[in-house]
């Protein structure tokens, strides 16, 4: 699919309406171009065109008055500093940047859009991302936007999760954001209100997985998870063989509520039904999520962008880890990698298995862990044993900690 134009706003704090060619010169890099793009605002107090030498295609730069803020300025709970809130309410201009995404480097030019909008709006109150309807205090976003390694690509959506109510029967979690990215938004439909959170990590997952590589064909089952097959449909199919999903099944309710457009829902790979397929939702490997981690396959360069994230943040890990390794609740993981000594029994490939370790000492340069992981191929390491590794195989890490999962993606996010 083509991607929609990607579109994010700064609130500005200033009470005079910002100029055109102050804010254009701010930006570096941007050559003025007379190209159309597919939309742009209707009210905007001044438009302009450009080309960007890094990324993308036509960008706009618009600035316009605020008639309403956005409903997450008001009630997102993240911390935006102190006085932006109040700030946020008198806040009379805003400045927007309009641009069509690479289909084939989505994360490389979302981040690239964004760097452009700190630059343009260098003093913004926040930002929000209209595309997937997420606010940014800007402290997360100048962190993301400085960062060398390309952002995870959940910076580039919203999961959205509705739980069961009295006019549904099951829980809906679906995405914003991704067609941007020339990917469609990816749901999971019909679940229990206590696989909510696992779905929105299934979906996580996938887009990690397919972003920005060809997806498998609809209906087809594939083994994004070890021992445990997924498939997807249109939402539209989905609508028509899913039985029981309410609201989020209706196409008319769909489009008016911005629940349209290229969506695919994530099912079993294993129709029931004689005359017609009956598809049902992916609890089997929804509950192997909830009971423990499957293993996941994603592709080479997910997996590359995940260890130049880790190797980047390395040094917040061991500050933490000095920090709080005796505090109660908080758990330190490695994930390494080791050449296989025979290709994987379960996936049939060579090359390299990721295993996880518990850490028990770091240095900036190595790190000491106790294998977590059963391996399936690298018969030398044995579950239980510790040892040292050098930094050289890091493929992840995390820290678990009362009331937050904490990754190379969220350290630099708190």
């Not at 206590?194 to 590589?213: C, K, M, P, R, S």
């Not at 064909?217 to 498939?231: C, G, T, V």
């Not at 609201?247 to 911005?258: A, I, K, M, Y």
Request: aromatic share 8%; with cysteine; glycine share 8%.
């Amino acid at each position: 699919m083509d991607p929609v134009p990607s579109l994010l706003l700064a609130i500005l704090p200033d009470p005079a309406p910002p100029v055109a060619e102050v804010v254009a010169a701010r930006v570096p890099g941007l050559e003025p171009s007379g190209a159309a793009l597919p939309q742009g605002p209707r009210d905007a107090l001044w438009l302009r065109t450009f080309v960007a030498s890094e990324g993308n295609g036509p960008l706009a730069l618009w600035a316009a008055g605020i008639e309403h803020l956005p409903p997450a300025a008001e009630f997102d709970p993240q911390p935006l500093g102190p006085g932006v809130r109040e700030a946020l309410r008198a806040a009379r201009w805003m400045l927007g940047t309009l641009e069509v995404l690479d289909p084939d480097r989505p994360r490389e030019a979302w981040q690239a859009q964004l760097r452009r909008l700190l630059a343009a709006a260098p003093d913004a109150l926040c930002l929000y991302d209209a595309s997937s309807y997420r606010l940014w205090p800007m402290a997360k976003a100048r962190a993301v936007a400085a960062a060398s390694t390309p952002p995870s690509a959940t910076c580039l959506y919203f999961t959205h999760v509705v739980l069961p109510g009295e006019a549904d029967a099951a829980g809906w979690v679906h995405t914003h954001g991704l067609q941007r990215a020339g990917f469609p938004d990816v749901e999971v439909l019909g679940i229990p209100g206590d696989l909510g959170t696992v779905a929105g990590t299934l979906i996580e997952n996938f887009v990690g997985a397919f972003l920005g590589t060809p997806l498998p064909p609809a209906r087809q089952p594939f083994d994004m998870f070890l021992d445990h097959d997924i498939a997807w449909l249109a939402w539209r199919e989905a609508a028509r063989h899913m039985p029981g999903l309410g609201e989020s099944g209706d196409p008319v309710l769909r489009e008016q509520t911005d629940h349209g457009g290229f969506r695919i829902v994530l099912v079993d790979p294993r129709p029931a039904g004689v005359r017609a397929p009956l598809y049902h939702p992916p609890l089997e490997i929804l509950e192997a999520m909830r009971f423990g981690d499957p293993a996941i396959l994603l592709n080479s360069e997910e997996t590359a962008r995940r260890r130049a994230m880790a190797l980047e943040r390395w040094p917040a890990l061991v500050d933490l880890f000095r920090l709080h390794r005796r505090s109660p609740g908080w758990d330190f993981l490695v994930q390494l990698a080791f050449d296989r000594d025979t290709p994987c029994s379960d996936c049939g490939t060579p090359g390299d298995e990721h295993l996880w370790f518990e850490i028990l000492e770091v240095e900036l340069e190595r790190v000491r862990g106790r294998l977590l992981s059963r391996p399936l191929g690298v018969a030398r390491l044995k579950p239980g044993r510790a040892a040292w590794h050098p930094l050289a195989r890091i493929v992840d890490w995390r820290v678990e900690s009362p009331g937050r999962l904490i990754c190379p993606d969220t350290v630099a996010l708190a």
